[in-house]
């Protein structure tokens, strides 16, 4: 097995770009939403915000999840090891880490549109 | 005293607010006390201690585990409070609506529909009544602000084009203090503001007052006052009910006779005080938007202005 299209190192920080563009997104989408007045308007029957917000979520843990597999998978195959690379034991570390990081970090920022009104 | 002290709450939410920074105080200093106390164990303790502190599972449980179960707990907690400061508290009334609008460097306040067109407009001070809630209303007409007043509630930004709103609620009649806290400018430091709390009957009362027009002049020397605020042209940027003048580029003067501070806090409100202030207000709050009159008015015609606002009660 082997990975395709990251460099070790864009892959340890993989979780990381995917967490601040979760941020980025979230951001932007809940100040457009109010600023817009949307805070009633809904999609597909949920509210708006809510529903952009736990969509990207999901999205974002989905991405991190598919990162931190195949680190995880890659870790555990011994290829690594096979490779005689230490610095390669290190990114896929790295990678795992820094996923879970990511994961705990979009579900925090993503609970607060379950329990407070979306534009204050 | 503490008038301006998130310690010293003055209503419900302040309370909560409160009770959330002690809970933080004692939590992060019980926590420090636990990690100072392993650190000594690091140094002088045994073998079996030290090994027992560097292994995997004490790393994985004490790093990682704690913390976020520690900061989740948090989180919860803290997300419960903000709601519990949004929801309306029982009362049944429906709360009273204040607008207020941040300028550099002085707050405007509009009591909506307390007039047939509209309603008060006084400026550097909220009058509420006890035991009710009130809705402010907050916007910016120029640059970002932040408002807070720390005995009632949490700091809310004042954004241009953007109207926030922040439930207050004050349980005892009296006076607290509030800030600016967000940077605005040169003057941020000197855009302050006091807030009353009063009775419901004094609430209206005030209220009734300031319904009112501004009052005519009854002696000579108030007579030339208002003559003066014409000449001088303070007119193009102040209104004064009753009268021709209305504009807004600064305070709305109808009662400053009956306001608590001059300036956003910056002077007491007296003749005197209202005399320094038109003479020099650039070398009371440099860099505000008025211009000093030392220069344009004279003696008795300063004094006659300032006696003209004083009586504005
Ligand atoms: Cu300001």
Known sequence: ?120 | MNLQSAMHPAGPDGERIAALSWLLFGGGGAIFVLVMVLVLVAVVGGRWERRLLGSRRAIVVGGIAFPVVVLTALLLHTLGLARAIGLPLAGGEPPLRIEVVGHQFWWEMRYPGTLPDGGIVTANEIRIPTGRDVMLEVTSADVIHSLWIPALHGKIDMIPGLVNHRRIRADEPGVLRGQCTEFCGAQHAMMAFYVMAQTPEDFAAWLDQQRLPAAEPDRPILALGRQVFGAAGCGGCHAVRGTEWNARIGPDLTHVGSRLSLGAGVLENHRGTLAGWIAGSQDLKPGNRMPSFAAALDGQELRAVAAWLESLK
């Open chain 1, 1 to 120: 097995m082997q990975v395709v299209g990251f460099s070790p190192m864009l892959n340890a920080i993989a979780g990381l770009i995917v967490w601040a563009a979760h941020f980025l997104l979230v951001y932007g989408a809940q100040a457009t939403v109010c600023w817009r007045g949307l805070a009633g308007a809904t999609l597909w029957g949920q509210p708006l915000v809510p529903a952009i917000v736990l969509g990207l979520t999901a999205l974002g843990l989905v991405a991190v999840a598919l990162i931190g597999g195949r680190a995880w998978r890659r870790l555990h195959s011994g290829l690594a090891s096979q490779e005689g690379e230490e610095q390669s034991q290190f990114t896929l570390w790295m990678s795992l880490a820094v996923t879970l990081m990511a994961a705990l970090a979009m579900v925090w920022e993503a609970v607060p549109v379950l329990i407070l009104p979306p534009c204050g």
